[in-house]
C-alpha cells in the first residue's frame, strides 16, 4: 500500500516539476530580451546625447578661444575644459571617450584664391603671428593675408589625429556587448575672430 502511494505521488509530482523547468527556460529568453532591448534604448539615447552635445562643446571652444591669446596654451587649456564642462582635464560628462584633449582648436585666415573666391585656410602653428598685437597689425595691413587670423575652428578629432587631419572618436558604449564600429561627428564650429586676446595699446612683437 505505501508502495503503491509513493508511486501515485511521484506521478503527481513529475509534471509539475517539468513546468517548473519550462517555466524558468521562457523567463531566461523573456529576460534576455527585455534586458537587450532596454540596453539597446540607453546606448541609443547617450549616442544622440552625444551627438548633440559635442556640437555645443566645439561651439563653446570656438566662442571663448577667439577672445583667447593663442599664445598661451594654459588659457587655451582651460577654455578646452570648460567646453566640456569640467575644470580640469578629465572626461565629458556621461561622454566617454571624449576628454579635453579632443578638442582641437585652429586658426584660419582667408587667403583670396585666383578665382577671386576667399577659402577659409588653416595657418601652421609656425606660421601664426607673434602675438595678438601683431596679428591685428598684419589684418589691419591685408586683411586677406595668409598671415591675419579671421576665423577660428573648434573641432572633436581623435588623439591620434595629426596637425592637418582630423579623425572622428569612435563610439564607446556603456554596456560593451557588441562592438557597434559608430563613430561620433568631428561637429565642427568656426567662428569669427574677436580680440584673440589683443588689448589697446598692446606692443608689437617681432
Known amino acids: ?19 517548473g523547468g519550462g517555466a524558468a527556460v521562457e523567463f531566461a529568453i523573456v ?3 527585455f534586458f537587450t532591448l532596454v540596453f539597446g ?20 571652444a570656438a566662442t571663448a578661444a577667439a577672445n583667447i591669446s593663442f599664445k598661451k596654451p594654459t588659457e587655451l587649456a582651460r577654455v578646452r575644459q570648460k567646453a566640456i564642462f569640467q575644470d580640469s582635464p578629465g572626461f565629458l560628462p556621461f561622454g566617454a571617450p571624449i576628454t579635453d584633449k579632443n578638442i582641437r582648436i585652429d586658426y584660419l585666415s582667408l587667403p583670396t584664391q585666383s578665382s577671386g573666391s576667399v577659402t577659409p585656410t588653416p595657418i601652421s602653428t609656425s ?16 586683411q586677406y593675408g595668409a598671415s591675419c587670423i579671421r ?15 582630423c579623425k572622428p572618436v569612435e563610439y564607446q558604449m556603456l554596456f560593451p556587448l557588441v562592438k557597434l564600429g559608430v563613430y561620433l561627428p568631428i561637429s565642427s564650429t568656426i567662428v569669427r575672430a574677436e580680440t584673440l586676446g589683443y588689448s589697446a595699446g598692446d606692443a608689437l612683437c617681432d
Do not use: K
Open 127 to 142: 606660421a601664426l603671428p607673434g602675438c595678438p598685437a601683431r596679428n591685428r597689425q598684419n589684418c589691419l595691413e591685408n
Open 1 to 19: 500500500m505505501q508502495n503503491t502511494n509513493l508511486r501515485v505521488a511521484l506521478l503527481r509530482r513529475a509534471p509539475i516539476s517539468r513546468q
Open 41 to 60: 534604448i540607453i546606448e541609443l539615447c547617450r549616442i544622440m546625447y552625444m551627438y548633440n552635445t559635442l556640437a555645443e562643446v566645439t561651439r563653446s
Open 151 to 165: 576665423l577660428v575652428q573648434a573641432r572633436v578629432c581623435s588623439d591620434d589625429s595629426s596637425t592637418s587631419d
Open 31 to 33: 529576460a534576455i530580451l
